[in-house]
């Protein structure tokens, strides 16, 4: 089967269509993410990526099908309550910028006209000041979660690294959306680099990396544990406690990418998502599975004494964070009050 950009396009409103038509309490339904881009495909895989706001609260709030193995629908539900607060839309580091752009596909009732113009009032939304405030809201949210761990003195465990990454993620995104979207999961480290040369910053790529223990792998080690990275996704999907991101439909949209970065000119930017997936995936495991996913981050320097290491070094990182956002306000002369909201 052949599939394009177009062919993908042509499934999100056929899919949008149906489900409008068989649901009167969607209201709008909306296309974001990579199909929105120039290439949306990485190592052949894709996803659609749609939004459907209710007029009352779903029963779901997220669900996967699947197209091909390669391709699949990841579909959003949200209630209209979500974006009654422009003011609030507007200083959101993910749902402002969901909406900021989309491609809408169906609308019932006047909705997303108001709720995009509304966002958009003034041309401030990319104006530094409501730039600053996502920004501060992300290294927030960073700094919160790096307290939840950084205190631990017992066994690390999947849970203590799986919030050391959530901390990462949002940090780097509160670097990366100082010149655009936040960054998505998938591509973090492949778009990351350009981001910080457009502030000049690219110290803070090597900081990533390292934060990532990538100064103690390479390539052929990390493909030794694709076999083990692989195995626990399978188990890990039919468990229904595990992350909805851990769904046997997703398989290989997370392993070709990751095939396709290790055998790319930069092998090691796999490393976040191969990481992130395993890290989730063994929040469920046991014995033998979870064993495999503690020696990779043995010989990433992760766990035992070497955590305490990375927590204050990712402290160190939030700190530089802080100060690149006091620049940026200086530089834009903006002051702490300053929202733009």
């Not at 899919?15 to 209201?27: C, F, G, K, L, P």
């Not at 607060?85 to 200083?91: F, I, K, N, Q």
């Not at 958009?120 to 104006?127: D, L, S």
């Not at 469920?284 to 503690?294: A, M, V, Y």
Request: glycine residues 4%.
């Amino acid at each position: 089967m052949r599939v394009t950009k177009d062919s993908l396009l042509r499934i999100a409103k056929e899919t949008v269509q149906e489900r409008a038509y068989n649901d009167s309490n969607i209201i709008a339904a909306y296309l974001t993410g990579s199909l929105l881009t120039e290439d949306p495909m990485l190592g052949g895989t894709a996803d659609i990526d749609l939004v459907f706001v209710h007029k009352t609260q779903p029963k779901i709030k997220r669900e996967f099908k699947k197209l091909t193995p390669d391709f699949h629908l990841d579909m959003i539900h949200r209630v209209k309550d979500e974006f009654k607060s422009p003011r609030e839309l507007r200083g959101n580091p993910w749902l402002g910028y969901e909406m900021y752009a989309p491609m809408l596909l169906y609308e019932r009732e006047k909705f997303f006209d108001f709720v995009q113009s509304s966002l958009r009032a003034g041309f401030e939304f990319e104006q530094p000041a409501l730039t600053l405030q996502r920004c501060k809201n992300l290294l927030s949210t960073a700094r919160k979660i790096w307290f939840e761990f950084s205190e631990h003195e017992d066994e690390v465990t999947p849970k203590e690294i799986n919030l050391y990454l959530q901390s990462l993620y949002h940090a780097i995104n509160a670097i990366a959306e100082l010149n655009g979207a936040p960054i998505q999961e998938r591509r973090l480290l492949i778009e990351f680099p350009a981001r910080a040369e457009m502030l000049q910053k690219q110290n803070m790529v090597a900081s990533v990396y390292q934060l990532l223990g990538a100064n103690k792998t390479n390539a052929e080690q990390i493909k030794t544990w694709h076999a083990d990275w692989k195995s626990a996704f399978k188990i890990a999907s039919e468990n229904t406690n595990v992350d909805e991101r851990i769904n046997a439909t997703r398989l290989n949209y997370y392993d070709k990418a990751i095939k396709s970065m290790l055998d790319g000119e930069t092998p090691l930017s796999c490393l976040w998502l191969l990481l992130h997936t395993w890290t989730l995936s063994s929040l469920t495991l046991s014995g033998d599975h979870l064993k495999f996913w503690q020696n990779a981050c043995t010989s990433l320097g992760l766990i035992s004494d070497g955590f305490n290491e990375y927590v204050q070094g990712l402290d160190h990182f939030l700190d530089e964070i802080e100060i690149l956002l006091e620049e940026f306000a200086n530089a834009n002369a903006l002051d702490d009050d300053s929202t733009g909201l």
